[in-house]
């Protein structure tokens, strides 16, 4: 099956900075990637919706200003939390969009201290 | 907006018996997918099954299974002879333009 991979894989920053997460779709090309967050014990939860060479279209309640999305190729979207706070600590999962299906990446654990 | 509803959050079943998982959604659309997605320790999305709205078979991988039934917007996912390795988080989704997830059911193997 397809694959998507995520950079890093976990991460601890302290607050106030601003951390950015990579996700790539390895074999095939995605024209639409998803962001979704995920609390512990809780489920997935969509942020954006990213589109390749056009802004992203945010979930009510995400604050656009601090998720930047960029989606720059068919098989890269980026994920950044500006001015990182404790409150955003989470698990963060990138997810490429396939004919059928989506694939999911492996997540990035964000700790912020 | 689609919503997806599981009611059970934890569920549980002896090694080797049969388990459904229940999941309701509601859309007004007429063209979109369902999915079963395991979710285990290390957090990775696994997709289990996948069934096209248009379709009326039941779709089946191996042991799992699943009762869709598109006038109710039901969609239960039935794993019959279980194992160990069955234990996880599940999670029923739908998708049409995007992906949205049910709040997930906590399966436990018992050997």
């Known amino acids: 099956g397809a694959v998507v991979s995520q950079h890093p894989s976990w991460v601890i920053c302290k607050s106030g900075t601003s951390v950015k997460i990579e996700c790539r779709s390895l074999d095939f090309q995605a024209t639409t990637m998803f962001w979704y967050r995920q609390f512990p014990k809780q489920s997935l939860m969509l942020m954006a919706t990213s589109n390749e060479g056009s802004k992203a279209t945010y979930e009510q309640g995400v604050e656009k200003d601090k998720f ?21 600590s989470s698990f963060y999962i990138c997810s490429a969009s396939g004919e059928r299906t989506q694939y999911f990446g492996p997540g990035t654990r964000l700790l912020v201290l | 907006a689609q919503t997806v509803t599981q009611s059970q959050p934890e569920m549980s079943v002896q090694e080797a018996e049969t388990v459904t998982l229940s999941c309701t ?9 369902l999915f079963w997605y ?23 991988e191996n042991r799992f299974s699943v009762n869709f ?23 029923c989704a739908y998708r049409s333009a995007d992906m949205r997830f049910g709040a997930g059911t906590r399966l436990t193997v018992k050997p």
């Not at chain 1, 999305?69 to 939390?81: C, G, P, R, Y």
């Open chain 1, 68 to 88: 930047l999305i960029n989606h720059a190729s068919l098989t890269l979207s980026t994920l950044t939390v500006t001015s990182a706070h404790p409150e955003d």
């Open chain 2, 25 to 33: 959604y509601d859309t007004s659309e007429s063209d979109y997918y």
């Open chain 2, 38 to 60: 395991k979710q285990p320790p290390s957090r990775q999305m696994i997709l289990v099954i996948r069934q096209e709205a248009y379709k009326q078979q039941n779709a089946t």
């Open chain 2, 69 to 91: 039934q598109k006038a109710a917007k039901s969609f239960s996912l039935k794993i019959s002879d279980s194992q160990l390795g069955d234990a996880a988080m599940y999670f």
